[in-house]
């Protein structure tokens, strides 16, 4: 017997030794890092409601109790129970019964109502019907991504429970070293902007930290064919960790499963959603520029088939040696500080991924509240000594001067946007400008993937603000319905009669004007010297947005013309204003990266300053080191760092 089966029926003897006599256990199973019990009670389990709680802290397991498929009632008897259960306001839209597991996945618009204060009503469906209600949301604005996914899920759900079994067993397998050491190597995003990836290494475990591109720099990707990578062989990977979706860290998560990675990835639920939907785009986009994509829209299927979602806070074994919780990042939707518990207390390191330390419209402030943490890896893509941004009200107030200096002269104001985050900030302050009378009601055009991003973050509201999640809550509330809003859907045409048309504001992507229907606006109002362009978003090195930036008023055509848009030699005159304004980045700057390590209590011993060119690195690395007396480094890529 394997020393895993053998740990199931220890854990089997001892549930059953815990519960009350009259409470069977059928099977205890690992799915990925959950134990599942299965029982032929589970009416008897729902009514102890404490039972579950009890059990897990006992254990330090995290534990979901199923009922055994031989004892379930019919699912057309249980539906009608269940909504009786359920109060009508919840406004449930499927019930969905999976007899292979007892589950019955309840789709809502307010799903709170259906959890019920402490999971009351939750329990007492249980009591009723005996299956296990699993509860999600009805996205209030209709996404096809979150459609897909869920349905693509519920397709694979047999081959998903085999590898969720899989994962577990690898999970709970039996440790074999007794050497004690961590390691971070460096892959990507080391002394510059992109390629983010990383890989944490014990002797038992070998973890990938995110795995993205490189904006404006084809063919520069992390340097996954080192020994300490994928030179290794795509098995020694036992998992994968996405800290969140902007391709400059997850582009290249498919491209694993293309060279034969068949293990988890670690990362919240709208960060599975959006990694989806921006990989997707991103073989769309290397298609229409005529560039060979590095993996299929097969692998991005695999890639998601194989995502285990983690909630913030929630502590979970992910290797036989180490835990993983996320926290809030406040960079977009799900984003995450990842931290890892390495042994029985023997060291923590953790992930900044990108952070927004203060609150923004959008998100609460990144969470810097660890017990322990001996290293931090830590962003630094404003790190520079002078990289100091404008408050937010002030950067909201140039933004508005803006589009009313524009809007008296009858231009346009055109906003090269990221999909994710920037765009739904600058949403928000755009309606509620409005609202107030701050700027004229004008048409708001979404192009790109604008509105089906922004219908993700609606069916997320709980990883938003806390007050824009209250509003979300309330259709005639919920700031993203503005009727001012237009989902450009129509393309060229479209484009062309929005570019004849009236004063207006337009959000596009891509937002460093690297490819994408931005090249479309540049070619119809970019000779218009009435309109301005406002750059909102950080433009790296090598970008369009950063040459734009920096003075370039000609563009080669060429650069227009690969995104189907005509083009050929010449140049394209650029004759609107150039504005940046700054406040609205996703990153904190220099005073928001000190603060969320001075406010660590206690702090790291050592920082590990990535994700920011070479000047922002070791600024910030200086200035951590002088100002805080701890260990700090600008590593380069293809380094190694030994701890213990």
Same mark, same amino acid.
């Given at each position: 017997?394997?020393?895993?089966?053998?740990?199931?029926?220890?854990?089997?003897?001892?549930?059953?030794?815990?519960?009350?006599? %009259?409470?069977?256990? &059928?099977?205890?199973?690992?799915?990925?890092?959950?134990?599942?019990?299965?029982?032929?009670?589970?009416?008897?389990?729902?009514?102890?409601?404490?039972?579950?709680?009890?059990?897990?802290?006992?254990?330090?397991?995290?534990?979901?109790?199923?009922? %055994?498929?031989?004892?379930?009632? *019919?699912?057309?008897?249980?539906? @009608?129970?269940?909504?009786?259960?359920?109060?009508?306001?919840?406004?449930?839209?499927?019930?969905?019964?999976?007899?292979?597991?007892?589950?019955?996945?309840?789709?809502?618009?307010?799903?709170?109502?259906?959890?019920?204060?402490?999971?009351?009503?939750?329990?007492?469906?249980?009591?009723?019907?005996?299956?296990?209600? @699993?509860?999600?949301?009805?996205?209030?604005?209709?996404?096809?991504?979150?459609?897909?996914? *869920?349905?693509?899920?519920?397709?694979?759900?047999?081959?998903?429970?085999?590898?969720?079994?899989?994962?577990?067993?690898?999970?709970?397998?039996?440790?074999? +070293?007794?050497?004690?050491?961590?390691?971070?190597?460096?892959?990507?995003?080391?002394?510059?902007?992109?390629?983010?990836?990383?890989?944490?290494?014990?002797?038992?475990?070998?973890?990938?930290?995110?795995?993205?591109?490189?904006?404006?720099?084809?063919?520069?990707?992390?340097?996954?064919?080192?020994?300490?990578?994928?030179?290794?062989?795509?098995?020694?990977?036992?998992?994968?960790?996405?800290?969140? $979706?902007?391709?400059?860290?997850?582009?290249?998560?498919?491209?694993?499963?293309?060279?034969?990675?068949?293990?988890?990835?670690?990362?919240?639920?709208?960060?599975?959603?959006?990694?989806?939907?921006?990989?997707?785009?991103?073989?769309?986009?290397?298609?229409?520029?005529?560039?060979?994509?590095?993996?299929?829209?097969?692998?991005? *299927?695999?890639?998601?088939?194989?995502?285990?979602?983690?909630?913030?806070?929630?502590? /979970?074994?992910?290797?036989?040696?180490?835990?993983?919780?996320?926290?809030?990042?406040?960079?977009?939707?799900?984003?995450?500080?990842?931290?890892?518990?390495?042994?029985?207390?023997?060291?923590?390191?953790?992930?900044?991924?990108?952070?927004?330390?203060?609150?923004?419209?959008?998100?609460?402030?990144?969470?810097?509240?660890?017990?322990?943490?001996?290293?931090?890896?830590?962003?630094?893509?404003?790190?520079?000594?002078?990289?100091?941004?404008?408050?937010?009200? %002030?950067?909201?107030? #140039?933004?508005?001067?803006?589009?009313? @200096?524009?809007?008296?002269?009858?231009?346009?104001?055109?906003?090269?946007?990221?999909?994710?985050?920037? &765009?739904?900030?600058?949403?928000?302050?755009?309606?509620?400008?409005?609202?107030?009378?701050?700027?004229?009601?004008?048409?708001?055009?979404?192009?790109?993937?604008?509105?089906?991003?922004?219908?993700?973050?609606?069916?997320?509201?709980?990883?938003?603000?806390?007050?824009?999640?209250?509003?979300?809550?309330?259709?005639?509330?919920?700031?993203?319905?503005?009727?001012?809003?237009?989902?450009?859907?129509?393309?060229?045409?479209? *484009?062309?009669?929005?570019?004849?048309?009236? +004063?207006?504001?337009?959000? +596009?992507?891509?937002?460093?004007?690297?490819?994408?229907?931005?090249?479309?606006?540049? &070619?119809?109002?970019?000779?218009?010297?009435?309109? /301005?362009?406002?750059?909102?978003?950080?433009? $790296?090195?090598?970008?369009?947005?950063?040459?734009?930036? #920096?003075?370039?008023?000609?563009?080669?055509? &060429?650069?227009?013309?690969?995104?189907?848009?005509?083009?050929?030699?010449?140049?394209?005159?650029?004759?609107?204003?150039?504005?940046?304004?700054?406040?609205? +980045?996703?990153?904190?700057?220099?005073?928001?990266?000190? #603060?969320?390590?001075? /406010?660590?209590?206690?702090?790291? @011993?050592?920082?590990?300053?990535?994700?920011?060119?070479?000047?922002?690195?070791?600024?910030?690395?200086?200035?951590?080191?002088?100002?805080?007396?701890?260990? /700090?480094?600008?590593?380069?890529?293809?380094?190694?760092?030994?701890?213990?």
């Amino acid at each position: 017997m394997s020393t895993v089966e053998q740990q199931l029926d220890d854990l089997k003897a001892q549930i059953t030794s815990e519960l009350p006599s %009259d409470i069977s256990v &059928s099977s205890v199973k690992y799915e990925g890092p959950e134990l599942v019990v299965y029982t032929r009670d589970p009416k008897k389990f729902a009514q102890q409601g404490d039972l579950i709680r009890q059990l897990a802290s006992k254990l330090r397991k995290r534990i979901t109790v199923r009922p %055994d498929p031989s004892v379930l009632s *019919r699912p057309k008897q249980a539906r @009608e129970e269940i909504m009786d259960v359920i109060p009508d306001e919840a406004g449930v839209t499927d019930l969905d019964f999976h007899a292979d597991t007892g589950e019955v996945v309840i789709e809502a618009e307010k799903p709170g109502m259906v959890i019920g204060r402490h999971g009351s009503t939750l329990r007492e469906i249980t009591k009723n019907v005996g299956w296990t209600p @699993e509860v999600v949301r009805t996205p209030p604005i209709e996404s096809s991504t979150v459609s897909n996914v *869920r349905s693509f899920l519920k397709q694979e759900r047999d081959e998903r429970r085999d590898i969720l079994e899989k994962v577990g067993r690898q999970i709970h397998r039996e440790e074999m +070293s007794d050497d004690e050491y961590v390691r971070i190597t460096t892959l990507g995003c080391c002394r510059e902007v992109g390629r983010a990836s990383f890989i944490l290494s014990t002797p038992e475990t070998r973890i990938l930290i995110d795995c993205g591109d490189k904006p404006g720099a084809e063919g520069e990707v992390p340097y996954l064919h080192a020994p300490e990578a994928l030179g290794a062989g795509p098995q020694t990977i036992d998992a994968v960790v996405l800290t969140h $979706a902007h391709l400059d860290h997850s582009a290249l998560i498919p491209l694993l499963f293309k060279y034969g990675y068949d293990g988890p990835i670690y990362c919240t639920e709208p960060t599975r959603d959006l990694m989806g939907l921006l990989t997707l785009d991103y073989l769309d986009v290397a298609a229409k520029e005529g560039r060979t994509p590095p993996y299929e829209s097969e692998q991005v *299927r695999e890639a998601i088939k194989h995502t285990i979602p983690l909630e913030y806070g929630d502590v /979970t074994d992910i290797a036989p040696d180490v835990k993983l919780t996320f926290h809030n990042a406040g960079h977009i939707l799900g984003s995450a500080v990842s931290h890892f518990h390495i042994g029985d207390g023997l060291y923590n390191v953790a992930f900044s991924g990108d952070i927004h330390y203060e609150d923004t419209r959008l998100f609460n402030g990144a969470t810097n509240d660890f017990p322990r943490v001996e290293t931090l890896v830590m962003e630094s893509t404003y790190g520079g000594r002078n990289d100091y941004q404008t408050d937010q009200e %002030d950067s909201e107030e #140039n933004l508005k001067r803006v589009i009313n @200096e524009t809007y008296e002269k009858g231009g346009k104001v055109v906003i090269p946007a990221f999909a994710v985050g920037r &765009s739904q900030e600058i949403m928000l302050v755009l309606e509620e400008a409005m609202r107030e009378g701050e700027i004229p009601s004008m048409p708001v055009h979404l192009d790109g993937m604008i509105w089906e991003a922004t219908a993700i973050h609606t069916t997320y509201p709980e990883y938003l603000r806390d007050d824009l999640r209250d509003r979300i809550f309330h259709e005639d509330e919920n700031p993203f319905l503005a009727e001012e809003f237009n989902h450009i859907d129509a393309g060229e045409e479209e *484009r062309q009669e929005v570019a004849d048309g009236d +004063s207006c504001i337009i959000l +596009s992507t891509s937002g460093m004007v690297t490819g994408g229907p931005i090249m479309s606006w540049l &070619s119809h109002i970019g000779p218009d010297p009435d309109s /301005t362009l406002v750059f909102v978003g950080y433009q $790296a090195q090598g970008t369009l947005g950063r040459r734009i930036q #920096n003075g370039w008023d000609e563009i080669p055509t &060429s650069e227009v013309g690969a995104m189907g848009n005509g083009g050929g030699r010449g140049t394209l005159s650029l004759n609107m204003d150039v504005e940046t304004v700054d406040g609205f +980045s996703g990153h904190a700057d220099r005073a928001g990266l000190e #603060n969320f390590v001075k /406010t660590m209590n206690p702090r790291p @011993e050592k920082v590990l300053c990535v994700h920011g060119d070479e000047r922002s690195t070791q600024d910030l690395s200086s200035a951590l080191y002088h100002n805080y007396d701890m260990r /700090t480094f600008a590593p380069k890529n293809l380094e190694t760092f030994r701890f213990l």
